[in-house]
């Protein structure tokens, strides 16, 4: 776009329009960060005398193209392509726009097209070809966990190849400054880290999942070191990276609590408690991390007058952006720490208090998600829950615990709460009762997780036994 930049610190860009009101002309200058609806009561003020009647006759004013094509109040001037030198008319609402004319039918159709699906960009080629190498990478690690039973060798090429990606990584990211391609060849190596590790210590006969204590602790430190080093060095999708730090720090809390002799089922429910029981710190500890700044709150009745020295607002964009990314990595980890959890519980034939709290973590999941505004923030939990209420069902069959009914009976009730809730929701939003409902069931679901947790572990039955011998 052919915009007038101005320095970072001094102001948005500037964007130099022509705007057609209904008896005159407009030159103005207009930011292209702000949004129609904040432009539209100035450039009324500005043009007032030259619009004419009243706007409540019309139904009040909007900008429009040359095409007739309605500017969305609701985004900026940057975002709908608006570009310098461009007219813009000022036009009533209700104001029937004339129809082109047009004299090449094959031009109407290639636009009709046009219209219809994004046609293929060069930033689809590039996200095409960053995905593929991602795929490939991916695709290298499932060749070397289908080499077994021998866990060494692959675990060597493993644990060279991880590093590899992390310096290749950091290379695109700072030598050739492309920072998302860099990130997704050192985000790539992180399984290579994790399972390299844990392969070195799993047993020559055991599968590529049959992870202990000790490859666990190895694995989960080669992830973190490998994580940070991403983090520290990569200046793109720094999320990938905190959830791989949040991620290895789990694993690790896992493996203490099984060399401390908790079993298997106790560890894995800990840990699952441990990444879904933070979900409502890790927006506070994201903002501390992306060094967000907060204003002074006043001791004093004086300091109330007291002018405060404002950060600058590109600093604070900055800050924002950085704390989302960490947020949005602390929630990966939580869904992926989840997803694991609950998979292995599902098909390890759980008790009554395992599947309580596969429960009680699904049902935390799901609400937790409708709390967080952005896709890339909700989707993950969104999806975790679902995997763990499909591991909730698929489990039992697999195992042979329950009939393959039981199933069709579960997915008919998910059938029958989600598609409703998809028809009516879309169109209104949830009552304010429904909502604190949520809120009341959200906060039940994650203060249950610690006691079922206890009973998955055998804290209840170990104080229950010393009771009894002090009876005894």
């Known amino acids: ?18 705007i057609a009101a209904p008896t005159r002309r407009l030159d103005l200058a207009l930011p292209d960060n702000m949004l129609v609806a904040e432009l539209l009561p100035h450039l009324l003020r500005h043009a007032e005398g030259a619009l004419g009647e009243p706007s409540e006759r019309y139904g009040g004013w909007v900008l429009r193209r040359a095409t007739g ?17 461009e007219l813009l008319h000022l036009d009533p609402a209700r104001e029937d ?17 046009r219209r219809a699906g994004r046609t293929w960009s060069p930033a689809a080629t590039r996200r095409c070809g960053l995905a593929v190498t991602a795929g490939a990478l991916l695709l290298g690690l499932a060749g070397l966990a289908g080499t077994g039973p021998g866990w060494v060798v692959p675990g060597v090429i493993a644990l060279i190849v991880s590093p590899a990606c992390a310096v290749l990584g950091i290379l695109l990211s700072r030598a050739f400054k492309d920072a998302s391609a860099g990130g997704v060849v ?19 006969g055991g599968g590529f999942l049959a992870v202990g204590a000790p490859g666990l602790v190895l694995g989960s430190s080669a992830l973190l070191v490998i994580s940070v080093v991403g983090h520290a060095g990569v200046a793109g999708l720094t999320r990938l990276f905190v959830a791989g730090i949040a991620a290895a720090l789990t694993g690790l809390l896992a493996a203490t609590l099984a060399f401390a002799g908790v079993p298997a089922e106790g560890a894995a429910a800990v840990a699952l408690t441990a990444a879904i029981g933070l979900l409502p710190a890790y927006p506070v500890l994201a903002g501390w991390i992306g060094r967000l700044p907060f204003p002074d709150l006043p001791s004093r ?7 405060q020295q404002m950060p600058r607002r590109a600093d604070v964009f900055a800050a924002v952006v950085r704390a989302s990314e960490v947020l949005t990595g602390f929630i990966l980890s939580a869904a992926l720490c989840s997803i694991v959890v609950m998979t292995w519980l599902a098909l390890s034939g759980p008790d009554t208090a395992a599947v309580l709290l596969m429960v009680a973590a699904i049902a935390a999941l799901l609400l937790r998600a ?29 195992t042979g615990a329950v009939s393959g009914v039981v199933l069709v009976a579960l997915a008919a009730l998910v059938t029958a709460v989600a598609l409703p809730s998809a028809l009516i929701y879309s169109r209104r939003p949830p009552s304010p009762y429904l909502g604190r409902a949520g809120d009341i069931l959200d906060i039940v679901a994650i203060m249950a997780l610690i006691p079922l947790a206890c009973a998955v572990a055998g804290v209840f039955d170990g ?10």
């Open 69 to 85: 094509t309605t500017l969305e109040p609701g985004r900026n001037l940057a975002s709908q392509g608006v570009r310098d030198g």
């Open 97 to 113: 726009w004339p129809e082109l004319a047009y004299d090449d039918v094959v031009e109407v159709i290639a636009g009709g097209s």
């Open 1 to 18: 776009m052919s915009t007038v930049s101005a320095p970072a610190a001094s102001g948005p860009s500037l964007a130099r329009v022509t």
């Open 301 to 307: 009745a004086e300091d109330i007058l007291k002018d």
């Open 370 to 398: 409708r709390l967080l505004p952005t896709p890339q923030q909700r989707v993950p939990l969104l999806t975790a829950g679902l995997l763990g209420l499909a591991g909730l069902g698929v489990g039992p069959v697999v």
């Open 186 to 204: 050192a985000a790539a190596g992180l399984p290579y880290a994790f399972f390299g590790g844990a392969w070195l210590l799993t047993e020559p």
């Open 463 to 472: 104080v229950r036994g010393l009771f009894a011998s002090f009876g005894g």
